[in-house]
C-alpha cells in the first residue's frame, strides 16, 4: 500500500518492544527508506544487519542498487552491484534492468550500451525490459539509427521489442514514413504492440 513511513514507525515500536529482527523485515525496512529517499537511513540498516549477524541477501543489495538509481546515483549504485558480486551473490535480471536504467535516466547511453553489451558477453538472459529500455534511451537522445540497429538485433534474437517506444521515437524526429514503415512491419508480422510503461 505504499504507506512507507507508518512501516518505518512500526519498525522502531517493534524494537522498542524488543521484537527480534531477521532478513525479511530488515530487507523490509532498508526498502521502505530507499521508496522515502532515505538511502543513508537504508545503509545504517545495512550496517545494523552485518552487525547483528543477519547476512545480507540479493534482495538487500538490489533494493540499495533502485534507491540509489531512482536518486541518480549511478555511480554509488554500479559500486555497491560490484560489492553485491565479490560477495558471490550473483545478481538477477532484475538487479541488471535496474542499473541499466539507471544509467539511461541519468544520460549516460554510452555506459548503457557497454553494460548491455557486458550482460550479453557474460551470456545472461535479456529480455524484452532489458532492450526496450536501452533503445527508448537511444530515441530520446536522437540515437534513431542506433535504436534502429538494436532493434533489428533484438528480432534477430527472437525477442520482440518494444516496437511503441521505437515508433515514438521517430516520429518525434520527424521520420514518420520510416514510422509508418515499421507500423505497417508490425501488422504484416502480427507483432503484438509492447506498451511502454
Not at 41 to 48: A, D, N, Q, Y
Not at 120 to 133: H, K
Not at 136 to 156: I, N, R, Y
Request: proline share 2%.
Amino acid at each position: 500500500m505504499k504507506h512507507y513511513a507508518i512501516v518505518v514507525s512500526m519498525y522502531r515500536q517493534m524494537e522498542l518492544l524488543g521484537v527480534s529482527q531477521d532478513g525479511y523485515s530488515l530487507n523490509t525496512l532498508i526498502n521502505c527508506y530507499c521508496q522515502l529517499g532515505r538511502i543513508g537511513f537504508g545503509f545504517s540498516i545495512l550496517g545494523k544487519m552485518l552487525k547483528l549477524g543477519v547476512e545480507p541477501s540479493a534482495v538487500t543489495f538490489s533494493t540499495l542498487i533502485n534507491g540509489l538509481c531512482n536518486r541518480s546515483k549511478i555511480s554509488e549504485a554500479v559500486s555497491i552491484f560490484d560489492e553485491m558480486t565479490k560477495r558471490g551473490y550473483q545478481p538477477n535480471l532484475i538487479v541488471y534492468n535496474i542499473i541499466l536504467k539507471g544509467l539511461c535516466k541519468s544520460g549516460n547511453t554510452d555506459k548503457a550500451i557497454r553494460f548491455l553489451r557486458l550482460m550479453e558477453d557474460r551470456d545472461f538472459e535479456t529480455d524484452i525490459v532489458t532492450y526496450s529500455t536501452v533503445i527508448d534511451c537511444l530515441c530520446k537522445k536522437g540515437l534513431l539509427k542506433e535504436a534502429l540497429d538494436l532493434f533489428s538485433e533484438v528480432k534477430v534474437k527472437g525477442i520482440r521489442p518494444n516496437t511503441i517506444t521505437l515508433i515514438h521515437g521517430m516520429c518525434n524526429s520527424g521520420q514518420q514514413e520510416e514510422a509508418t514503415r515499421l507500423l505497417n512491419e508490425m501488422v504484416d508480422n502480427n507483432m503484438q504492440f509492447a506498451m511502454k510503461e
